[in-house]
């Protein structure tokens, strides 16, 4: 089959399950559609916006994890132009239906602009996602070592315990693959051999960086304050909904819906994350009503950061063209 029609096989497959399981939670929760227009009425729009400013503050971050990476190599790109390319970057990942993602979005714009060679700049960004999970992944053991398993149901937890070591493992196979020997295996396996080449760049990106430990630890904490700033808007959507989930609550709940909602089989997560939202509040004690409400404020967030996203890109491209004119 030839690669393109794949891709956009595969496009359209995402788009089906996005409509598929947005469509399931509103089925399954019709009754409680019913109940969002009094939650709206009351929410607390103070606390809302400052829940807005912290989850938009979150995604810039991004950027100025990215500015470490690059520089650490010698590359100085503006603060602002990163930050414009992150927006666009989430509006390609979140309302845009096409097989160019978010992150390659921004691969290609640097390379097109600045020249920065496109294998380099993907694998900075890549070690900057890497990062991301790494540090959301510390926030939920220690809310998990905290006590947050008690809210869970045994299934639950069980797939959690389960889940912990393999992640982890996987984290260390990836970051030292030829000491397990995975670079032999992928070029065994058939199944596997379409990897082998990222993993080992990867690998060969991680050694370049081992000897910039003050930029990696720099970049690690901007994975840690993006984080906690998004710990921090969820625990203000929280209170805005008079939800009455304790603020470590929401270092267990995030890391979760992030890590389920990035599995690629729909368009920008959206279906898939806000269904793990609804039901991991719901394993904390809160009503179906007002966890629904929440996941469909964290949507119309994320639209709106993408919209913004959006604006920039146009009015870049409108700036550009009229240069280019000039």
Same mark, same amino acid.
């Given at each position: 089959?030839?690669?393109?029609?794949?891709?956009? +096989? =595969?496009?359209?497959?995402?788009? @089906? /399950?996005?409509?598929?399981?947005?469509?399931?939670?509103?089925?399954?929760?019709?009754?409680? +559609?019913?109940s969002?227009?009094e939650?709206?009425?009351?929410?607390?729009?103070?606390?809302?916006?400052?829940?807005?400013? /912290? $989850?938009?503050?979150? &995604?810039?971050?991004?950027?100025?994890?990215?500015?470490?990476?690059?520089?650490?190599?010698?590359?100085?790109?503006?603060?602002?132009? =990163?930050?414009?390319? &992150?927006?666009?970057?989430?509006f390609?990942?979140?309302?845009?239906?096409?097989? !160019?993602?978010?992150?390659?979005y921004?691969?290609?714009?640097?390379?097109?602009?600045?020249?920065?060679?496109?294998?380099?700049?993907?694998l900075? #960004?890549?070690?900057?996602?890497?990062?991301?999970?790494?540090?959301? =992944? @510390?926030?939920?053991? %220690?809310?998990?070592?905290?006590?947050? $398993?008690?809210?869970?149901? %045994?299934?639950?937890?069980?797939?959690?315990?389960?889940?912990?070591?393999?992640?982890?493992?996987?984290?260390?196979?990836?970051?030292?693959?030829?000491?397990?020997?995975?670079? @032999?295996?992928?070029g065994k396996?058939?199944?596997?051999?379409?990897?082998?080449?990222? &993993?080992?760049?990867?690998?060969?990106?991680?050694?370049?960086?081992?000897?910039?430990?003050?930029?990696l630890?720099?970049s690690?904490?901007?994975?840690?304050?993006?984080? =906690?700033?998004?710990?921090?808007?969820?625990?203000?959507?929280?209170?805005?909904?008079?939800i009455?989930?304790?603020?470590?609550?929401?270092? *267990?709940i995030?890391?979760?819906?992030?890590?389920?909602?990035?599995?690629? @089989?729909? &368009?920008?997560? #959206?279906?898939?994350r806000?269904?793990?939202?609804?039901?991991? +509040?719901?394993?904390?004690?809160?009503s179906?009503?007002?966890?629904?409400t /929440?996941?469909l %404020?964290?949507?119309i !967030?994320?639209i709106?950061?993408?919209?913004?996203?959006? *604006?920039? $890109?146009?009015v870049?491209?409108?700036?550009?063209?009229?240069?280019?004119?000039?």
């Amino acid at each position: 089959m030839d690669k393109n029609i794949k891709r956009y +096989l =595969l496009l359209a497959a995402r788009i @089906i /399950f996005s409509v598929g399981l947005f469509s399931v939670l509103i089925i399954l929760n019709l009754k409680n +559609l019913e109940s969002i227009p009094e939650l709206l009425k009351n929410l607390n729009l103070a606390f809302a916006l400052i829940g807005v400013l /912290f $989850y938009f503050l979150g &995604v810039a971050l991004e950027s100025l994890r990215w500015h470490v990476l690059l520089t650490a190599h010698k590359i100085f790109i503006p603060h602002s132009y =990163l930050l414009n390319s &992150v927006l666009i970057g989430f509006f390609y990942s979140t309302l845009l239906p096409t097989t !160019i993602g978010g992150d390659a979005y921004r691969g290609i714009d640097m390379h097109r602009t600045f020249k920065i060679p496109l294998h380099e700049n993907v694998l900075s #960004i890549y070690l900057g996602r890497f990062l991301g999970i790494i540090s959301g =992944l @510390i926030f939920l053991i %220690i809310s998990f070592c905290l006590g947050m $398993y008690k809210y869970l149901n %045994i299934s639950f937890t069980i797939g959690l315990i389960i889940m912990f070591p393999i992640v982890v493992f996987l984290i260390i196979i990836t970051v030292i693959p030829k000491k397990f020997k995975i670079d @032999i295996l992928f070029g065994k396996v058939k199944f596997l051999k379409r990897f082998s080449g990222s &993993v080992l760049e990867f690998s060969h990106v991680l050694d370049n960086y081992k000897y910039k430990g003050k930029s990696l630890a720099i970049s690690f904490i901007y994975s840690l304050l993006g984080n =906690l700033s998004t710990f921090v808007s969820f625990y203000f959507i929280g209170i805005a909904l008079k939800i009455s989930v304790s603020f470590l609550s929401y270092l *267990f709940i995030i890391p979760v819906t992030w890590t389920i909602s990035n599995i690629p @089989i729909t &368009v920008g997560g #959206i279906g898939i994350r806000e269904n793990t939202l609804v039901l991991l +509040l719901k394993e904390f004690g809160i009503s179906s009503a007002s966890a629904l409400t /929440f996941s469909l %404020i964290v949507l119309i !967030i994320n639209i709106f950061i993408a919209v913004l996203g959006g *604006f920039i $890109y146009i009015v870049r491209n409108a700036t550009y063209k009229h240069k280019k004119k000039i």
